[in-house]
């Protein structure tokens, strides 16, 4: 959906570097997401925000960090990268007050760590 | 923890037949998603199932939500290639971590013309 953004689309980096890895929204959405996808493993939820002060941990957060600068901006960090960090990451953003299930996905960045 | 297995992991057809793609929770769900993400694309939200038993259609798509609510399925009749990706089922439990979709692993769709 071009109303969420990721930048970058793709990155390299080398193992024990810091990345971050950012999202923004216009939609006016109060909640954010981060997940990884593996081949053949679906979607992983890494961490959750249903506001500016509120963060939430998901089924993978280990290695992981977030920020949630703005309710329009979300964050992902990985302070050490490791290779088995390599896989497709995407943000995504509900709205709590109208349909808060739907949930709608950025473009995705792709990671490898070498 | 919680999981959703899907089935097929794959299915190829050909265009025109039916497609059905089947997930299964051991333990209740709240609800249920599907999702359709296209080749070199992003999950897009399909549809939603809150009730036991409930059954929704949107064109040649037809969702069903089990009636103990631990089972669904989504069927694509007279596929076309349009239909072509990975398909995904997010459930949602009740409780602690009631926030957080689990994905099945999809079910990717190849369509020979």
């Known amino acids: 959906d071009a109303d969420v953004t990721q930048t970058p689309r793709n990155r390299i980096t080398k193992t024990g570097k810091r990345i971050m890895l950012e999202c923004s929204q216009t939609?006016?959405?109060?909640?954010m997401y981060w997940y990884r996808q593996d081949p053949g493993l679906g979607l992983r939820l890494i961490y959750y925000s249903f506001d500016v002060k509120d963060i939430n941990k998901g089924e993978i957060s280990d290695g992981y960090s977030v920020s949630r600068q703005a309710q329009a901006k979300f964050s992902l960090s990985l302070e050490s990268a490791i290779p088995n960090q390599t896989a497709l990451y995407f943000c995504?953003?509900?709205?709590?007050?109208?349909?808060?299930?739907?949930?709608?996905f950025g473009p995705g960045t792709r990671l490898t760590v070498t | 923890g919680q999981q959703v297995m899907q089935i097929p992991q794959y299915q190829h057809v050909q265009e025109g037949e039916d497609f059905t793609t089947y997930c299964n929770s051991s333990?209740?769900?709240?609800?249920i998603q599907w999702y359709k993400q296209r080749p070199g694309g992003h999950p897009v939200f399909l549809i939603q199932l809150v009730k036991s038993g409930e059954v929704k259609k949107q064109k040649r798509l037809t969702f069903q939500f089990g009636e103990a609510k631990k089972n669904s399925s989504l069927h694509i009749t007279a596929t076309q290639t349009t239909d072509v990706g990975t398909y995904f089922c997010a459930g949602r439990y009740s409780g602690a971590g009631s926030y957080q979709l689990t994905f099945g692993k999809g079910t990717k769709l190849s369509v020979i013309p």
């Open positions: 939609k006016g959405h109060d909640r």
């Open positions: 333990t209740t769900l709240s609800n």
């Open positions: 995504a953003t509900s709205d709590s007050a109208n349909r808060p299930y739907e949930q709608y």
